[in-house]
């Protein structure tokens, strides 16, 4: 009984210290890469909604100021675009996407001013008086 007792203790140290004694794995390259796309892509979904609620947002309520401001002095136009900062990001990859997302939405407001703004220049139609003869 001791001879059995003594080799299965020794079969159970040895299982126990060669299941310690292997390290932690190093992530590899592929898997740290892999890891920060996923970081990137979650930043990048993230900004893309922030920008897109503020887009419509700024669409619905400052257009129309805008069109105001662009009609009485186009120089006041530039103080809303310098305020627009909705999104930022310390990640470089997502960084370049969150900017583009950015001047997508300024030249969408900016395109959607112009055009409320030529709108409103137009002349409405004059009925006129026939003529009888």
Same mark, same amino acid.
């Given at each position: 009984?001791? +001879?059995?007792?003594?080799?299965?203790?020794? &079969? /159970? #140290?040895?299982?126990?210290?060669?299941? &310690?004694?292997?390290?932690?794995?190093? @992530?590899?390259?592929?898997? #740290?890469?892999?890891?920060? $796309?996923?970081?990137?892509?979650?930043? #990048? $979904?993230?900004? !893309? *909604?922030? #920008?897109?609620?503020?887009?419509?947002?700024?669409? =619905? !309520? %400052?257009? @129309? %100021?805008?069109? $105001?401001?662009?009609?009485?002095?186009?120089?006041?136009?530039? *103080?809303?675009? +310098?305020? +627009?900062?909705? !999104?930022?990001? *310390? $990640?470089?990859?997502?960084?370049? =996407?969150?900017?583009?997302?950015?001047?997508? /939405?300024?030249?969408?407001?900016?395109?959607?001013? !112009?055009?409320?703004? %030529?709108?409103?220049?137009?002349?409405? @139609?004059?009925?006129?008086?026939?003529?009888?003869?």
């Amino acid at each position: 009984m001791l +001879n059995v007792t003594l080799k299965f203790s020794f &079969c /159970c #140290i040895f299982f126990l210290f060669s299941g &310690c004694a292997e390290g932690v794995k190093e @992530p590899s390259a592929m898997e #740290i890469q892999h890891f920060k $796309d996923s970081a990137s892509e979650a930043s #990048i $979904d993230s900004a !893309y *909604t922030a #920008i897109s609620s503020a887009c419509d947002t700024m669409m =619905v !309520y %400052q257009v @129309p %100021q805008m069109v $105001d401001s662009l009609l009485k002095d186009s120089a006041l136009l530039q *103080t809303f675009f +310098n305020k +627009n900062n909705v !999104y930022s990001s *310390t $990640d470089e990859k997502a960084e370049k =996407v969150i900017r583009q997302l950015q001047a997508d /939405c300024d030249s969408s407001l900016l395109k959607e001013t !112009y055009r409320r703004a %030529q709108l409103r220049q137009k002349l409405k @139609p004059v009925r006129r008086k026939k003529l009888k003869a």
